[in-house]
């Protein structure tokens, strides 16, 4: 066959061959490509920009709820005549239903797909904050709040996965750093809205008003399909064309033109997906770390989210209101994940996880000797440069060093411990920050410190690597796999998989 400048056409020898997880049998003359080449050929365009647009109109929700809360205790002690102590509960209710939303979902991705998981946790946090709006009760608010954290738990997994599995290799890591800029935008939108509403309207018509950007996502919905990779595994070759074909009509590319067919992976008769899965062979290690990284990542990102405001008032600093001190604290935010994003396309993730999580605790080191409030807020800017850069690098990392049989279920379980992080920091700083300052500063150091060495051990550098689709697969620049002719610039070499 004659070679296409759109990429690598596979030529199926007359009979069949066997790659180890199944046996594809083909009419000679058959032009059949992997998923990784189809979607490396049909490349980013038009598609790609409109689920990044879906998929950060989901994900803030990540970063409104939690900042929300700290906003509204005040308000919540009042309207329900309950105790501080009382009123904690509603975020530890946050947080409960994210660690179970996290599982749930995560492993209803892997086995039902993408697409309906995704829609349905966006739809699940409208509703638990449409409830919370209207809680005539204390009980009945911490009910929907359980319900707003199920559904938010559910988003992060989902979403990676589902983008991860649309890009190509070049550049990939950088897209879904970037991704990771909804958290911040979510946190300036909750405390823009908190600035204008809270002191007008009251805390129910805000929570009421945080549901209005999620709603963009249902007007995207006809816009995002299944993801290839998935149906695939689930033998629906059919249907992973059609929407590989939709994918390149959206890019404007002629690359899948002449495809006849996209090749299978795995076996149509593999085993379920479950957790268990995770945590055996290749695998084990991997995960275990990935919890280490992401627990103790998410100690030093709430503790310094959560206690920000309080460690200024024993440094005996006045930055004016808790609004304002969010926007200038959050100065540093998005360049740090954009300066992150482009170390981890010529540093390797590896690295940049283990440079700005050792920068991270440097500098939390600064933030105990500064003496005044001004070059506090420079410093704190600076320590979240680098924080919210190691968290974009971490979320592009985890769904790339798993398979897509249980990609979604690994990130899940892995962002499960940043949630039990949630649950922990804020009993634990709350003592350490009235005992001593410096108490606090050294829980910051000791969570990134733990995290830089934790980066450095992990066992697979995921730069340059196509995703892998089942457990024991390897990227395709490493196997060899006979009966299969490429073509490409004129040259025939045996196709690697």
Not at 60 to 82: C, K, T
Not at 148 to 158: A, D, E, T
Not at 159 to 187: D, N
Not at 228 to 252: C, E, I, S
Request: charged content about 15%; proline content about 4%.
């Amino acid at each position: 066959l004659p070679c296409t400048p759109a990429g690598r056409l596979y030529t199926m020898r007359k009979g069949s061959f066997d790659d180890g997880q199944h046996l594809l049998h083909s009419e000679a003359g058959a032009k059949v490509l992997s998923c990784n080449d189809a979607v490396e050929n049909v490349g980013c365009g038009p598609f790609q920009y409109t689920l990044a647009l879906a998929s950060v109109f989901a994900w803030m929700n990540d970063g409104i709820q939690p900042l929300l809360l700290s906003f509204l205790m005040d308000e919540l002690e009042d309207e329900f005549n309950v105790s501080g102590v009382m009123s904690s509960l509603i975020g530890s209710a946050l947080f409960l239903g994210m660690l179970i939303g996290s599982f749930f979902w995560g492993y209803l991705s892997d086995t039902r797909g993408r697409r309906m998981v995704f829609f349905s946790t966006v739809g699940c946090a409208a509703i638990g904050s449409l409830g919370v709006a209207l809680a005539p009760n204390f009980p009945l608010l911490l009910i929907f709040e359980v319900v707003v954290g199920f559904g938010v738990g559910g988003n992060l997994p989902v979403v990676y996965a589902l983008c991860s599995e649309f890009l190509p290799t070049k550049g990939r890591g950088a897209a879904l750093a970037v991704l990771a800029s909804a958290w911040s935008i979510g946190e300036l939108i909750a405390a823009g809205l908190a600035w204008i509403l809270l002191p007008r309207v009251g805390w129910r018509a805000l929570v009421g008003a945080t549901i209005v950007p999620t709603l963009f996502v249902f007007v995207l919905v006809k816009q995002v399909p299944e993801s290839p990779r998935f149906l695939l595994l689930q033998g629906k070759k059919d249907q992973a064309l059609r929407v590989m074909r939709y994918v390149a009509k959206r890019n404007r590319s002629s690359a899948l033109a002449h495809t006849q067919q996209l090749m299978q992976v795995g076996s149509e008769d593999r085993k379920k997906t479950t957790l268990k899965d995770i945590l055996e062979g290749e695998l084990k290690k991997q995960s275990i770390l990935l919890w280490i990284l992401w627990f103790w990542g998410s100690v030093g990102l709430y503790g310094v989210i959560v206690f920000l405001p309080k460690y200024f008032e024993h440094k005996g600093f006045d930055v004016g209101s808790e609004y304002e001190g969010v926007f200038i604290s959050a100065l540093g935010n998005i360049p740090g994940i954009f300066v992150a994003a482009h170390f981890l396309e010529k540093k390797g993730r590896k690295w940049t996880m283990s440079v700005f999580a050792f920068m991270s605790a440097v500098s939390s080191v600064a933030m105990g000797f500064v003496d005044t409030a001004t070059i506090l807020m420079v410093v704190v800017a600076i320590a979240k440069f680098f924080i919210y850069g190691l968290w974009a690098a971490i979320d592009a990392y985890t769904p790339e060093a798993y398979p897509t049989s249980v990609r979604a279920s690994g990130n899940a379980v892995a962002s499960s411990f940043a949630r039990i992080a949630g649950l922990v920091t804020p009993p634990i700083g709350a003592a350490l920050i009235n005992t001593n300052v410096w108490f606090t500063c050294g829980l910051w150091i000791l969570s990134f410190g733990i995290v830089s060495i934790v980066a450095t051990a992990l066992p697979l550098e995921t730069l340059g690597l196509t995703l892998r689709e089942v457990v024991g697969d390897k990227d395709e620049t490493d196997m060899e796999q006979p009966g299969i002719e490429v073509r490409e610039n004129g040259a025939s070499a045996l196709l690697s998989h």
